[in-house]
């Protein structure tokens, strides 16, 4: 059964940072696709970046490049999304989800995941 847990989000001032996890379970976690994405209320829902496991980040959507960074950490079964520099447009209800079928090749412009975590939430204040 596949299992997605998100945590790490919480309250920060702009300009802060925050390290979101999304511990996994039940599926192959090598060379896997994984997405990040972000709803904030009464928006839609928005891609933020997605990860090919044991190979590297695929995709960053432009309002996040070069401050958000996905990573895993070796030998567990964990992905992350490391970020800085945020702004309080960046308050949004954070998911993590994957598709263990895909391929790296596809993995960047995948949208549509068929499994996706509880998510975490994230409020940015000025």
């Known amino acids: 059964q596949v299992q997605l847990v998100e945590s790490g989000g919480g309250s920060v001032q702009a300009g802060g940072s925050l390290r979101l996890s999304c511990v996994t379970s039940?599926?192959?976690?090598?060379?896997?696709?994984m997405g990040w994405f972000r709803q904030a209320p009464g928006k839609e829902r928005e891609k933020v970046a997605t990860y090919y496991t044991n190979r590297g980040a695929t995709y960053y959507a432009d309002s996040v490049r070069g401050r958000f960074a996905a990573t895993q950490e070796n030998g567990k079964k964990v992905i992350y999304l490391q970020m800085n520099s945020l702004k309080p447009e960046d308050t949004a209800m954070y998911y993590c989800a994957t598709d263990p079928n895909l391929l790296w090749i596809e993995c960047r412009d995948i949208d549509e995941f068929p499994y996706w975590g509880q998510g975490t939430q994230v409020t940015v204040f000025s």
């Open positions: 039940g599926f192959r976690f090598g060379g896997t696709c």
